[in-house]
Antibody
Framework: EVQLVESGGGLVQPGRSLRLSCAAS????????MHWVRQAPGKGLEWVSG????????GYADSVKGRFTISRDNAKNSLYLQMNSLRAEDTALYYC???????????????WGQGTLVTVSS | NFMLTQPHSVSESPGKTVTISCTGS????????VQWYQQRPGSAPTTVIY?????PSGVPDRFSGSIDSSSNSASLTISGLKTEDEADYYC?????????FGGGTKLTVL
């Protein structure tokens, strides 16, 4: 059974940093691209970032480019999101999602975690 | 930047058919696959349609997807509506190595 379990969320002040993690199990992790998708309270889904199976291709939404860094450790079956210079508008539930392909040429999210909540507030 | 536009909400009665549209802002929506996700309150999204018109195993054939190039739009059609279909529905595609979601449509089955 595919499982994605996010962690690392919490309350953080504007301008500070936070690192999210996603532990994957139930599939061969390095066969798939991975993504972060967020959802602000009461709002819709927003793709944040994606990384190919071997970290050779990485993409970011314009809203986070230059502030967030995605990475993965295939030996640990883990995905990460380093979030710097956080803003109030980054407040959201952050989902880890598995891509349906190894690369970033096609974007389809076939499994999702339950999310970890990030609240940016003073 | 490429955007997908959905109606904010739709409503229909049980047993009826409803169609939710998803219109691309530029280019051809047919150039890249469109997916549809269902999200119930408090839950993560799940796929109901992928690659324009494919249903994952376990999704009933009451759900179907299509592409209309003439209007540059994708559609999700749900027939034989059930109260359990009440949820938010999001279309999703991609462009220039970025994922793109529509704003979501709240389906009310009343």
């Amino acid at each position: 059974e595919v499982q994605l379990v996010e962690s690392g969320g919490g309350l953080v002040q504007p301008g500070r940093s936070l690192r999210l993690s996603c532990a994957a199990s139930g599939f061969t992790f390095d066969d798939y691209a991975m993504h972060w998708v967020r959802q602000a309270p009461g709002k819709g889904l927003e793709w944040v970032s994606g990384i190919s199976w071997n970290s050779g291709s990485i993409g970011y939404a314009d809203s986070v480019k230059g502030r967030f860094t995605i990475s993965r450790d295939n030996a640990k079956n883990s995905l990460y999101l380093q979030m710097n210079s956080l803003r109030a508008e980054d407040t959201a539930l952050y989902y880890c999602a598995r891509g349906s392909n190894p690369g970033l040429l096609v974007f389809r999210f076939d499994y999702w975690g339950q999310g970890t909540l990030v609240t940016v507030s003073s | 930047n490429f955007m997908l536009t959905q109606p904010h909400s739709v409503s229909e009665s049980p047993g009826k058919t409803v169609t939710i549209s998803c219109t691309g802002s530029s280019g051809s929506i047919a150039s890249n696959y469109v997916q549809w996700y269902q999200q119930r309150p408090g839950s993560a999204p799940t796929t109901v349609i992928y690659e324009d018109n494919q249903r994952p195993s376990g999704v009933p054939d009451r759900f179907s997807g299509s592409i209309d190039s003439s209007s540059n739009s994708a559609s999700l059609t749900i027939s034989g509506l059930k109260t359990e279909d009440e949820a938010d529905y999001y279309c999703q595609s991609y462009d220039s190595s970025k994922g793109v979601f529509g704003g979501g449509t709240k389906l009310t089955v009343l």
